[in-house]
């Protein structure tokens, strides 16, 4: 079956800590991987998007980068986290199904940076 | 580029009162649609979705007609329960991305 994993659930990292949340699929292969970021009252900010290994696209500059070693793992990272990093990470796999796309998300990773 | 803009919350309901959540988008080309439901500390969940004009996606009692003439998905349902409490999400989807409205928060009181 097809599934999305994404781990920790829940993190608090010191300023200046380095940060690495995965996210993995299960079930097909060359997925769309995308990490978004939801801030606490806002919606959800597009962060990366991923078509195949070693592909990163970046939709605004952050003080974090994406990487995909592999074709479904995807993993978001920073080298020295800031406050304002805080947040819930979410992680999602595009895929076609019939005539349309959809999205399944990962249960997400609630940050808060201390 | 693409966006989605939607109705600003909160919006605080009794049970079994109408819904209604607008969401407008602009887009080159013919996006799909779509309304995605988080529960309290959950991550996101599809409700419902449409690929074409005039389409009508439903679930859960929800429906959204996509109506290429406003560039509108309006999300609707006639009775709420106080399961219905989260955050919806308008997205539409172009090329490969996925892209989101700010999110309306629902509170439906019994």
């Known amino acids: 079956s097809q599934t999305i994993h994404q781990w920790p659930a829940t993190l608090v990292q010191p300023v200046g800590s380095p940060l690495s949340l995965e996210c993995t699929v299960e079930?097909?292969?060359?997925?769309?991987l995308y990490w978004y970021r939801q801030a606490a009252g806002r919606g959800l900010q597009l962060l990366f998007y991923s078509v195949g290994i070693g592909q990163i696209s970046s939709e605004v500059p952050q003080n974090l980068s994406a990487s995909r070693p592999q074709d479904r793992q995807f993993i978001l990272s920073s080298k020295k986290l800031l406050l304002s990093d805080s947040g819930f990470y979410l992680c999602?796999?595009?895929?076609?199904?019939?005539?349309?796309?959809?999205?399944?998300f990962g249960q997400g990773t609630r940050l808060t940076v201390v | 580029g693409d966006s989605v803009t939607q109705m600003e919350g909160p919006v605080t309901l009794s049970e079994e009162a109408f819904l209604t959540i607008n969401c407008t988008y602009t887009a080159t080309g013919y996006p799909s649609l779509f309304w995605y439901v988080q529960y309290p500390g959950e991550g996101l969940q599809l409700l419902l979705k449409a690929t074409k004009a005039d389409d009508k996606g439903s679930n859960k009692g929800f429906e959204a007609t996509y109506r290429k003439e406003t560039t509108s998905f309006h999300l609707e349902k006639g009775s709420v329960q106080v399961s219905d409490s989260a955050v919806y999400f308008c997205a539409l989807n172009t090329d490969y991305k996925l892209s989101f409205g700010a999110g309306t928060t629902v509170t439906v009181r019994a």
């Open positions: 079930g097909t292969s060359n997925p769309n």
């Open positions: 999602a796999w595009r895929f076609s199904r019939g005539r349309g796309i959809e999205a399944f």
